[in-house]
Each structure stands twice: as C-alpha cells, then as structure tokens.
C-alpha cells in the first residue's frame, strides 16, 4: 500500500507550485465525492494524486514512456498531445507504483472519459474537472450537479468539453464521445 503522505511530499517536491495545487485539490474534491457517493477513501485519494504524474513532462518525455511501456497511441492522442499524459500517467501509476487495473483505468480516462464508465473513474475525471482551482464558464453548475448526481455532472462536464474542442477546432476523442452519448442514452 503506498503512503499518501509521503506521496504528497514527492509531489510537493516533484512539481510545479501551481500543478501541486492542482493535484491536492483534485484529491479533496475527490474524498468529497467518494464520501457521497461511498467509493474508497483511500483508491479515490491515491488517483486523484497520480493521476498527472506524468503531466509535466514534455512531448519528448512522453513519447520515450510510450516506447518504455509499449504503449500505441490512437489518432487523437497523436493529434492532441495534452490527452498523452493520461495513458503514460496511468502506466507509470501501475508500473512504478503498483496501482491496480481499476485505479489505471481511472487514471487513463481521467481526460477523455469512456462509455460505461465505474463510479472510481467519474470521480477522478469530475473531480479533475471541478477542483477548487479550475475556472471556467459553468465550473459552478458542474460543481452543483457533482453533489446531487454524478452523472449529470459527467453530462455537463462532458459537453462542456467537446464545445470547448469544437471552438477550438481540436479533434474530439472517441472515448469523450461514447461516454456522452452512453450517458445520454441512460437517460431515454
């Protein structure tokens, strides 16, 4: 079992001022949502904090983790270098840190989301969303929603997303697609 606080201090040490911030709210917003929602104190506290482990690296970084761990990036990925950090992120939480199949999975699709999506992996990707830090038009709204219905919350989070993309005519991840539309279509 790794210590968390003696990961708080590697990221205190490891990263920016400003991503430490980031990272550590990430973390509160998620024991938030795990104690009302009932997920594990402990797993949501442990991927909330690596899941920008490898965030801060640059393009060159990423690219030598994805030779290391033989990890084929998609289209996307390839178009949209900031999605990278999520898939070497989730490989160096499972292979430097020992973190199980539903923690990597929490961590890879912190970004993108994906259809059918385990209570874990909608907190990390809200809470990455949602943390004190972030500001952006309806932040607010999804912070409301985030403590009613999580799914509501991934709606919004999720739309919100792609109209950001299409404004800034970046390619939209399959994986963001399928977990909008598998939300939605809950809802019929």
């Given at each position: 079992?790794?210590?968390?606080?003696?990961?708080?201090?590697?990221?205190?040490?490891?990263?920016?001022?400003?991503?430490?911030?980031?990272?550590?709210?990430?973390?509160?917003?998620?024991?938030?949502?795990?104690a009302?929602?009932?997920?594990?104190?402990?797993?949501?506290?442990?991927?909330?904090?690596?899941?920008?482990?490898?965030?801060?690296?640059?393009?060159?970084?990423?690219?030598?983790?994805?030779?290391?761990y033989?990890?084929?990036?998609?289209?996307a990925?390839?178009?949209?270098?900031?999605?990278?950090?999520?898939?070497?992120?989730?490989?160096?939480?499972?292979?430097?840190?020992?973190?199980?199949?539903?923690?990597?999975?929490?961590?890879?699709?912190?970004?993108?989301?994906?259809?059918?999506?385990?209570?874990?992996?909608?907190?990390?990707?809200?809470?990455?969303?949602?943390?004190?830090?972030?500001?952006?038009?309806?932040?607010?709204?999804?912070?409301?929603?985030?403590?009613?219905?999580?799914d509501?919350?991934?709606?919004?989070?999720?739309?919100?997303?792609?109209?950001?993309?299409?404004?800034?005519?970046?390619?939209?991840?399959?994986?963001?697609?399928?977990?909008?539309?598998?939300?939605?279509?809950?809802?019929?």
């Amino acid at each position: 079992m790794i210590d968390i606080d003696i990961l708080r201090k590697q990221i205190r040490k490891s990263f920016s001022k400003k991503r430490a911030e980031h990272i550590f709210g990430c973390e509160k917003t998620a024991a938030l949502l795990a104690a009302k929602y009932g997920g594990d104190k402990y797993t949501v506290r442990l991927c909330a904090l690596l899941h920008d482990i490898t965030k801060e690296k640059n393009h060159e970084e990423q690219l030598k983790l994805c030779k290391e761990y033989g990890i084929i990036l998609d289209n996307a990925e390839l178009y949209v270098p900031e999605l990278i950090h999520a898939v070497t992120g989730a490989h160096v939480a499972l292979h430097i840190y020992g973190v199980g199949l539903r923690e990597f999975d929490a961590i890879r699709y912190h970004t993108t989301g994906r259809a059918n999506m385990t209570m874990l992996e909608k907190i990390i990707y809200i809470s990455d969303s949602i943390e004190p830090e972030r500001s952006y038009d309806g932040v607010d709204d999804i912070r409301k929603a985030a403590m009613k219905d999580l799914d509501e919350a991934m709606r919004l989070a999720l739309d919100r997303s792609i109209l950001f993309l299409i404004k800034k005519k970046k390619i939209i991840h399959t994986d963001t697609i399928g977990a909008r539309n598998y939300l939605y279509e809950k809802c019929l």
